[in-house]
């Protein structure tokens, strides 16, 4: 499974549409803390397969997308459950930190 890219103009139709639910990076190219987890975040849609899609919204393309769940810390994590989003993740430490929220968050 591969890491989907969200824009405003996709939002409704991979996110808000979806089947299963979507987890939702929030990022900047910039963004050094996001650079340093990269490699987890890559990892994610293969450990979800079947579970969950995980996406990615660049806030410096999608600002009104951060705007729309008050993202202002990045890395920030939202997953959204048929249309609604759930409690934000904010600069997770390692995936066994992703992997405890998401079993919280019943995936």
Same mark, same amino acid.
């Given at each position: 499974?591969?890491?989907?890219? $969200? !824009?405003?103009?996709?939002?409704?139709? =991979?996110?808000? /549409?979806? #089947?299963?639910?979507?987890? =939702?990076?929030?990022?900047?190219?910039?963004? !050094?803390?996001?650079?340093?987890? +990269?490699?987890?975040?890559?990892?994610?849609?293969?450990?979800? +397969?079947?579970?969950? #899609?995980?996406?990615?919204?660049? $806030?410096?393309? /999608?600002?009104?997308?951060?705007?729309?769940? @008050?993202?202002? !810390?990045?890395?920030?994590? $939202?997953?959204?459950?048929?249309? #609604?989003?759930?409690?934000?993740?904010?600069?997770?430490?390692?995936? +066994?930190?992703?992997? #405890?929220?998401?079993?919280?968050? @019943?995936?």
């Amino acid at each position: 499974m591969a890491m989907l890219q $969200i !824009t405003k103009e996709n939002y409704q139709e =991979l996110v808000e /549409q979806s #089947a299963q639910p979507v987890l =939702l990076e929030f990022w900047a190219p910039w963004c !050094t803390y996001c650079r340093r987890i +990269a490699g987890v975040v890559a990892k994610l849609p293969e450990a979800y +397969a079947g579970r969950a #899609a995980v996406a990615q919204v660049n $806030i410096d393309e /999608q600002p009104e997308l951060a705007q729309r769940f @008050s993202v202002d !810390t990045i890395p920030s994590l $939202i997953l959204v459950k048929n249309g #609604a989003a759930g409690e934000k993740l904010v600069a997770p430490g390692s995936k +066994a930190d992703i992997d #405890a929220w998401m079993q919280a968050q @019943s995936v």
